[in-house]
């Protein structure tokens, strides 16, 4: 188990004179960790496998809980944010404290402030643990080693007052990485792992240090310049600084991305940047409207987000550092190819600016993210308004402007035959992408307008598919009979590839096609389609596969997305 200074580093410029830094004592259950590039300085979260009487059944499907595909295993990061989230307090070592100032100090801290970032759906309440003056460093007797103590209630976290941490260290308890959403871990203490520390004085002369740790219970990383845990002065879960480089008492806001997370900002607030140009008026987390814009990459669980940061009572930033500010959320675990769930996210400024604030945006400049340009183009009231985007660019999709199809693919999409390949953003094409049947069954279906099924399931192999309506619409039409005629087409094999032989066969049938004008290509004598190569050759829909000569159909080859776009258009036509 690693061991990690406290969160005093950040602190020293301020702190009293005197103070000491721990680190913080191992989590209860043996664990794998999945280190971040930078160690973390003052969390720890146990990454365990299930217990042998649970299925794990793989780690695909993290995302899909997530309306957005944003958040790994939304269910389990929320388990503690969307409602009272109730932890237990205890004084461990001489900390001046009695358990009512201590709880008094807490609830003044930290109360207004949670429910004010997060609209009233987070409460925070605190009861009474117990007193230990004999012993400082009582973490691990709570976690199993001598001396033992036990918690009164069912708490869902523990909060330590200690004497001899300087700042703070916590952790969100104990994680899983199996698909699911770890329904097996405990939800109350000790058995889920999820504990906060914070040193006596720095409770009582710093709340800002209380309420960064209790956001890493709610799965909340640091956000830095990717070189120190701690060098994004505006953000509470880093350095959360003054202009003078000291560390402000009352803590800052957070990124967007934690409070949607958390479940305080809803999917409908947030806009997934597409193709097409647009304009967002962006808002801080205390005005209504958009509170988020993500702009995705290719790689699942990374992207760009912006936020609105503006000066007020519970977000008492410098107004010099008002605007909109840029991060790279990355959820890749490293030596692993899925996201990962929780506080083993980076959350880096983008551009980097150690112990600086050039990752947010003031009116009248930009960055360019994966290809697309943002402009912050004004301040609106308390907002301010981004422009996403080129301008001139109307196309609905962002990875199609060099396709040799661009035409055939705005067409797919203009006519409702394509919403895209990446839902729910639906912002790619993946125009060179192969076309399974189940696909093709799709936008046949789409471009012909079929509604008759012919009354339910024709085929074995289609149960629990997308597109099984869509299969028994195609087979209602005579445009498929199935993919295995010497057993009866009993199946339709819908993740199948589609060739381009077979491909000719579907829109011979789904446009009637007769007129075969002849045998047009030197290789495809003996395909069990020739006659309908023919057939499309002649209605115009193909011209071959090896321009300028096209003396070759390529019958066995794939069909990209970008081609059957293509296909589709001159049949229509």
């Not at 962002?398 to 661009?406: E, G, L, N, V």
């Not at 006659?531 to 209605?539: E, G």
Request: with cysteine; proline share 7%.
């Amino acid at each position: 188990m690693h061991r990690w200074i406290g969160f005093a580093a950040a602190l020293l410029l301020v702190l009293p004179a005197g103070l000491t830094t721990s680190a913080p004592a191992s989590a209860a259950a043996s664990s794998a960790h999945l280190e971040p590039d930078i160690a973390p300085l003052d969390w720890e979260a146990p990454i365990v496998a299930p217990p042998g009487t649970i299925d794990a059944i793989g780690t695909q499907g993290v995302l899909d809980s997530d309306p957005l595909g944003l958040v790994p295993k939304l269910p389990f990061v929320q388990r503690y944010s969307l409602d009272t989230d109730h932890f237990e307090v205890w004084l461990c070592g001489d900390t001046g404290y009695t358990m009512n100032e201590a709880i008094a100090d807490l609830e003044n801290g930290m109360a207004d402030y949670y429910s004010a970032i997060s609209g009233g759906r987070y409460e925070i309440s605190f009861s009474a643990g117990g007193t230990l003056l004999g012993d400082p460093n009582c973490l691990g007797g709570f976690q199993g080693s001598s001396p033992a103590y036990t918690t009164v209630g069912s708490p869902e976290g523990l909060l330590i007052i200690d004497s001899i941490t300087g700042g703070g260290y916590a952790s969100p308890g104990i994680i899983c990485l199996d698909q699911g959403n770890c329904e097996w871990i405990s939800a109350t203490f000790p058995d889920n792992g999820r504990y906060a520390i914070v040193g006596a004085n720095a409770l009582s002369g710093f709340p800002s240090v209380a309420v960064h740790e209790v956001g890493h219970t709610l799965h909340w990383p640091h956000s830095n310049s990717g070189q120190s845990e701690y060098d994004n002065p505006l953000d509470l879960m880093s350095g959360n600084e003054t202009l003078g480089g000291w560390t402000e008492p009352l803590p800052y806001g957070t990124l967007a991305f934690n409070r949607y997370q958390s479940g305080w900002v809803d999917p409908g607030d947030v806009v997934i940047a597409g193709a097409a140009y647009e304009e967002v008026e962006l808002q801080p987390f205390d005005r209504a409207g958009t509170q988020m814009v993500a702009v995705l990459t290719g790689t699942d669980g990374v992207f760009y987000t912006l936020g609105a940061r503006t000066s007020s009572t519970y977000d008492p930033i410098p107004g010099e550092w008002e605007g909109v500010e840029v991060y790279l959320v990355d959820h890749r675990c490293p030596s692993f190819n899925y996201p990962c769930p929780g506080i083993y996210r980076d959350q880096t400024q983008a551009p980097p600016s150690p112990n600086g604030v050039g990752h947010v945006l003031q009116v009248g400049e930009s960055v360019t993210l994966d290809g697309t340009t943002v402009e912050v183009i004004s301040r609106s009231g308390s907002g301010f308004v981004v422009a996403i985007g080129d301008p001139g660019n109307t196309l609905p999709f962002i990875d199609i402007a060099a396709s040799a199809f661009i035409t055939d693919i705005v067409w797919l999409e203009a006519e409702d035959v394509t919403k895209g390949c990446n839902p729910p953003h639906n912002t790619r094409f993946c125009p060179e992408s192969t076309v399974t049947r189940g696909e093709m069954a799709a936008f046949l279906v789409r471009v012909l307008g079929l509604t008759d099924d012919g009354g339910g399931n024709m085929f074995i192999d289609d149960d629990g598919s997308i597109f099984e309506d869509d299969i028994a619409k195609l087979a209602a039409a005579g445009i498929t009979k199935g993919c295995n005629p010497a057993e009866g087409n009993t199946k339709f094999c819908p993740n199948a590839k589609v060739t381009r032989e077979q491909m000719a066969a579907f829109l011979v049938r789904a446009y009637a096609l007769t007129d075969n004008g002849g045998n047009q290509f030197i290789d495809d004598d003996g395909s069990i389609f020739e006659d309908d190569i023919a057939k499309l050759a002649a209605a115009g829909i193909t011209k071959g596969c090896n321009p300028p000569a096209n003396t070759e159909f390529c019958p066995r080859s794939l069909v990209t997305r970008e081609q059957m776009a293509a296909f589709l258009h001159r049949a229509a036509g």
